[in-house]
């Protein structure tokens, strides 16, 4: 739904890349964020690629639309919810081209908010970006994944599970090391922990190259709600932590060895 055929005529229908730009990477942690059932965004601008937020009129004059292939999200972001119904929340100083589409508008002065959707609105009249829409008219479709199970393999040397994590950055499973430093949801090591562990129980009990990946993690957290997280060692364990459905796909998904069919 974002990106046109890469540079190459390279499709991004079935890409697969070990060295992603900012811009690829936000884009793939949107569609990987609404495929395990989000319903709102929260995106903050000092983290975020520029060049995938918004293309200003210069910018599309300069660089025609055909030889750009990352669709702007400011393009995109009504067609998220009206389409997929997922909101967006915005935080950002630095572009006004969103006041044509945003639904409402707060400012913060000395920490306290105000709402000034009429007055964005009313700037947005008085000056137009005159910048032309790339989004198309619809979201576009979204591909069901299935997580082929060898590829999640926890085994290391003689250990058939080798799990360990470094503190709420980083989990080895098995040889790989996962990063999870960008996923700020994570506070706590018990629940790296958890999902290591996690990880291991849908590898060996849901994941069997039929079920796709929402699927995966709608049985793996019902199996949590009803038996704790006791459910997913062997062991009575002490030093897990609770985790959402989707700091467990954001693990899956930074798999390197993940393999996948449509």
């Known amino acids: ?58 910018m599309q004059a300069l660089i025609a639309q055909e030889k750009e292939p990352i669709t702007p999200f400011v393009d995109k ?22 006041f044509d589409v945003a639904d409402t508008v707060i ?15 009313a700037i947005a009249r008085q000056y137009p970006s005159d910048r032309v829409s790339e989004g198309g008219s619809h979201f576009g479709a979204l591909t ?18 080798s799990l360990k994590v470094r503190d709420t950055d980083e989990l080895r499973f098995g040889t790989e090391e996962v990063d999870l430093s960008a996923v700020e949801q994570l506070i706590e090591p018990g629940q790296l922990r958890a999902i290591a562990a996690a990880m291991v129980y849908a590898q060996r009990y849901y994941f069997d190259a039929q079920k796709n990946l929402s699927a995966v993690l709608d049985s793996v957290m019902k199996d949590i709600e009803r038996q ?35």
Do not use: W
Request: hydrophobic share 35%; net charge neutral.
């Open 77 to 98: 972001v009504q067609q998220l919810y009206r389409d997929c119904g997922i909101s967006t929340i915005l935080v950002m100083g630095g572009s006004g081209d969103y």
């Open 144 to 161: 069901s994944r299935v997580i082929l199970p060898a590829s999640l393999n926890p085994s290391k040397g003689h250990r058939d599970v």
């Open 107 to 121: 400012a913060m002065e000395n920490y306290q908010p105000a709402e000034v959707t009429q007055v964005a609105q």
């Open 228 to 262: 704790g997280l006791d459910v997913l060692s062997d062991r009575v364990v002490s030093d897990f932590s609770g985790f959402r459905r989707f700091e467990l796909a954001a693990a899956i998904n930074r798999l390197r060895s993940l393999k996948i069919r449509d």
């Open 1 to 58: 739904p974002r990106y046109q055929p890469l540079p190459q005529q390279r499709s991004t229908q079935s890409f697969s890349t070990a060295n992603a730009s900012g811009s690829t990477s936000q884009a793939a942690s949107i569609i990987e964020a609404v495929e395990a059932g989000t319903t709102a965004l929260l995106i903050d601008e000092d983290t975020a690629a520029a060049n995938f937020m918004s293309r200003d009129r210069r």
